[in-house]
């Protein structure tokens, strides 16, 4: 079966330093790998979303990135974190090979800029 | 474009009486719609999806969800509530090609009184 990983749970950060949270997926191959964004008290935001190796698409401006070097395998990381980076972050992985739409989440980050 | 309404934000019941969460999509082809469930500090869950099939959906924990073209609705139902389903849940509709991201609705707050 497959399952999903994302580390580390909970993080604390100051303003101006830099993050990293991975995401991993295992017991699929070739996934479609998404990063959301979820607010306090707001729906989820899709930030980027990649469909193999190194092919990473943005979905809103911001001073975040993604790289997937491995094909199950999702990073999102900055190099200056703001206030507003705050949130709760969902990876999620969905089957590329079926027409199948369901996508399945992680347990998620806690970020916490301060 | 797509997009979903969830029509409370929150909703209280007490133990042992039913629950009704209303979600209204729009969509221009023919939707895959979830229900997710959103628990603290966590991340989330599947609870059902429509993909074009049965109309009337089945999913865990006793939840289920109709599907009505003609009303563009995704109403979730359970006939006898839970202290445990209190939670976050999302109605979700996925895009048909491309990305398949989900668009999220902002979300229903069930509280279940003893």
């Known amino acids: 079966s497959q399952t999903i990983h994302q580390w580390p749970a909970t993080l604390v950060q100051p303003v101006g330093s830099p993050l990293s949270l991975e995401c991993t997926v295992e017991g699929t191959s070739n996934p479609n790998l998404y990063w959301y964004r979820q607010a306090a008290g707001r729906g989820l935001q899709l930030l980027f979303y990649s469909v193999g190796i190194g092919q990473i698409s943005s979905e809103v401006p911001q001073n975040l990135s993604a790289s997937r070097p491995q094909d199950r395998q999702f990073i999102l990381s900055s190099k200056k974190l703001l206030l507003s980076d705050s949130g709760f972050y969902l990876c999620?992985?969905?089957?590329?090979?079926?027409?199948?739409?369901?996508?399945?989440f992680g347990p998620g980050t806690r970020l916490t800029v301060l | 474009a797509q997009s979903v309404t969830q029509l409370d934000s929150h909703v209280s019941v007490s133990e042992g009486t039913p629950v009704l969460l209303r979600c209204n999509y729009s969509?221009?082809?023919?939707?895959?719609l979830f229900w997710y469930v959103q628990h603290p500090n966590k991340g989330l869950q599947l609870l059902l999806k429509y993909t074009s099939a049965a109309t009337l959906v089945k999913g865990i924990n006793g939840f289920e969800a109709e599907f009505k073209k003609s009303e563009t609705s995704f109403h979730l139902t359970k006939p006898s509530a839970h202290m445990s389903d209190a939670a976050e849940y999302f109605c979700?509709?996925?895009?048909?090609?491309?990305?398949?991201?989900?668009?999220f609705g902002s979300g229903t707050r069930l509280q279940v009184q003893p």
């Open positions: 979700v509709v996925s895009e048909v090609t491309g990305r398949r991201a989900l668009t």
């Open positions: 969509s221009s082809y023919s939707p895959s």
């Open positions: 999620a992985w969905r089957d590329q090979g079926t027409s199948l739409r369901t996508q399945y």
